[in-house]
């Protein structure tokens, strides 16, 4: 969870990403963000996100994203 942590940090360092779960309601993370997010996390934890799961519940917290990390390493 801690290197999820600075991957998002380098995004946008203002916000606290352990409590915040409104991350995309709140057009916290955009679209570019969500992009350079997954091939963060693609490098970082080689996973594959697939497109089924680019959906704004997996990315409207750290915890949700670090949850689609966990159930895609464990496939």
Do not use: G, Q
Not at 34 to 42: A, F, G, Q, W, Y
């Amino acid at each position: 969870m801690e290197e999820l942590l600075e991957i998002l940090k380098e995004l946008h360092p203002e916000v606290d990403y352990e409590t915040c779960d409104t991350l995309i309601d709140d057009k916290i993370l955009d679209s570019f963000d969500i992009v350079s997010l997954i091939t963060e996390i693609s490098d970082s934890f080689d996973v594959r996100i697939p497109a089924s799961e680019i959906i704004p519940e997996n990315f409207n917290s750290a915890e949700a994203i670090w949850a689609l990390i966990e159930k895609e390493m464990d496939e």
